[in-house]
């Protein structure tokens, strides 16, 4: 593969969500065992893992001239969806710039883009590149607003239709604003702290200050001037504030009569996105971000319940209700099957039952043991997110069946068929596993001298007699 190919994967690689990054390369690992195209596989991996890493962060900040549409492109970074999920105000599918670019390439400002690649072809001085860049910002801005302005008549559905299908076309419009405006959103997002844990008071007052320009105002712009904000706070949730501080208000229909409101929407839509993705890895077993997961949702939801006072009727209300529900019932659907993949590992069987060379996969125990941390997450969680129920019981009979299942396990090492030793060996060795994760470290230590008593003493008297 040539140099540029693997840059334009390392870039797209880059631009997914830590999720997917820790998916795919659990997927190309997993090919690697199988023994299937090796080459693809550890090509990605290794890409991967110099992304996770953080390797080639220096490198990669440096912007690249040989690749006009990313230079044209890059004032839309920070408000690009990734994923095939709806998109919200403030956000602009990756997938819509590159029809968007060929468009304007095409026929929304062919001079100007030719006039922009000669440039970045004939200079390699940051400031002409800049210059040049900010130019074909202007034009394609320019272009863009004509086609979307609202004129009545076929012509206008037919040069859109040449833009691209219908979700480039809704993207359109706010490609331009964006490109127009890059100047304002750059000086917001420059007069932003790179994080703010809590978003208070005095972090509000700052904040409002930051957006009291006219060109970031309008309906088509403010949602990506939140989102930039929202972007900056460690619990995004809370951008929820800067509404309830314009509305002066907590009560929910004078928050959505504000321009504002748009951040409740935000927040919202932020959390059913976060929703999905666990959902989504729930469904495939991949438990590696629950924890996080779980908190933001819990932490969400609680915040826009206790800081807005919300109907359960209305819009906003329905939509929060939705998001309980939906993770509730994705939880409690998984937590319910923990304890039957617990028991077929640890159930005890009569010597006959058992054949030989019978095993177990531990594969198997690692992801029962996985699931049962999943429980264990869960409950710190489990109250808001309306399954304290079934977590607090689902989680006491593991407990308990774990507990005396080891016991009973480690007492079968005494005496039992020498064809069946090796079985049992596996069931305690899993069981201890599953001590580690329910009762900590020591408990599975002590587990594992009583295993080493249980087997000396099995040979003493086996010799003896």
């Not at 208000?249 to 999905?276: C, K, M, N, Q, W």
């Not at 996985?370 to 489990?382: K, S």
């Amino acid at each position: 593969m040539s140099q540029s190919s693997i840059e334009r994967l390392r870039d797209y690689l880059a631009q997914l969500p830590p999720q997917s990054q820790a998916l795919l390369m659990r997927e190309f690992e997993r090919a690697i065992e199988r023994g299937e195209d090796a080459a693809v596989a550890n090509l990605v991996l290794e890409q991967l893992r110099k992304i996770v890493r953080g390797a080639e962060e220096d490198e990669e900040a440096q912007p690249r001239t040989d690749d006009p549409a990313r230079l044209l492109f890059r004032p839309l970074e920070p408000f690009l969806a990734e994923t095939n999920f709806p998109t919200r105000a403030g956000q602009i599918r990756r997938a819509s710039l590159l029809p968007v670019w060929q468009w304007l390439a095409r026929e929304g400002a062919p001079e100007a883009a030719r006039e922009f690649q000669a440039v970045l072809a004939t200079t390699s001085e940051d400031s002409s590149t800049e210059a040049a860049t900010r130019k074909f910002q202007l034009a394609a801005a320019v272009a863009i607003v004509k086609i979307t302005a609202p004129v009545q008549g076929d012509d206008r559905q037919r040069a859109l239709s040449r833009v691209g299908q219908p979700s480039v076309v809704e993207d359109l419009l706010p490609i331009g604003l964006v490109l127009q405006t890059r100047d304002a959103l750059e000086t917001l997002g420059s007069r932003l702290p790179a994080q703010v844990r809590v978003f208070a008071d005095a972090q509000i007052a700052s904040v409002t200050e930051a957006l009291k320009v006219p060109s970031l105002q309008t309906p088509q712009l403010l949602p990506f001037a939140l989102s930039l904000i929202a972007q900056r706070l460690v619990a995004p949730w809370q951008i929820v504030r800067l509404a309830i501080k314009m509305a002066a208000s907590d009560d929910e229909l004078r928050v959505a009569a504000t321009p504002y409101g748009v951040a409740v929407t935000i927040a919202l839509h932020d959390l059913s996105f976060a929703a999905a993705c666990l959902r989504t890895d729930i469904r495939r077993g991949h438990f590696e971000y629950v924890g996080e997961q779980l908190k933001t949702l819990h932490d969400g939801v609680r915040g826009l319940r206790t800081e807005l006072d919300l109907r359960n009727d209305s819009t906003w209300g329905r939509q929060l209700t939705s998001i309980r529900a939906d993770t509730s019932n994705a939880l409690q659907s998984e937590i319910d099957s923990v304890p039957g993949r617990v028991r077929r590992i640890l159930r005890q069987r009569a010597d006959k039952d058992i054949g030989t060379g019978a095993k177990i996969d531990m594969s198997e125990v690692e992801d029962a043991a996985a699931l049962i941390d999943f429980v264990a997450v869960c409950r710190t969680y489990a109250s808001e997110l309306a399954i304290n129920e079934v977590t607090l019981r689902t989680y006491s009979d593991l407990q308990h069946y774990v507990e005396q299942s080891t016991e009973g396990l480690v007492q079968s090492l005494r005496g039992g068929e020498a064809r069946v030793l090796a079985f049992r060996q596996q069931q305690v060795k899993a069981a201890i596993r599953f001590c580690e994760v329910l009762f900590g470290h020591d408990y599975a230590s002590l587990m594992n001298r009583a295993v080493e008593n249980a087997m000396t003493g099995d040979r003493k008297s086996t010799r003896a007699s």
